[in-house]
């Protein structure tokens, strides 16, 4: 296996775990008030979420609901979501898609988390059009308004 990637992506440090199995495993690190990507849905994947530290608050459909330290959160295909650190400390949580493919996002347009301001460069105005752009051939349908 090959050494995990760590990357920030949309302001969230990201460890990128690479695995066997059909499905794609990521480590995330939230800061307080740090806001997840636009609320978006995915057609072909499945997303889990757990909390390892701290809580993330979830939209999911027209429902708020915060995820704690030792909980998690499935969201099934076709779910409209997002999410955020509403917490006071940053917020540590894994994160599996299923089917395995979804990490080729992260690894796009994630920024390599060794490069001198690369929270700033992930928040960049340009970087994020980009994703927004090419956001849907990563089936990745964000749902603006």
Not at 27 to 42: K, Q, R, T
Request: charged share 20%; proline share 6%; net charge negative.
């Amino acid at each position: 296996m090959k050494p995990n990637k760590e990357l920030v992506c949309m302001g969230h440090q990201i460890i990128l775990h690479e695995t066997s199995g059909d499905y794609d495993l990521m480590e995330g690190i939230s800061a307080p008030g740090v806001p997840g990507p636009p609320p978006h849905y995915h057609q072909g994947y499945h997303e889990l979420f757990m909390v390892i530290e701290g809580e993330m608050e979830f939209l999911i459909g027209d429902k708020a609901v915060t995820v704690k330290a030792g909980s998690s959160n499935d969201i099934p295909a076709n779910t409209l979501h997002t999410f955020k650190n509403s917490g006071t400390e940053n917020c540590r949580f894994m994160n599996v898609h299923s089917p395995k493919g979804f990490m080729s996002l992260f690894e796009k347009f994630g920024i390599d988390a060794k490069e001198e301001n690369a929270f700033e460069k992930s928040v960049a105005p340009q970087l994020l059009g980009n994703l927004a752009r090419q956001s849907a051939s990563y089936d990745m349908h964000i749902i603006i308004g």
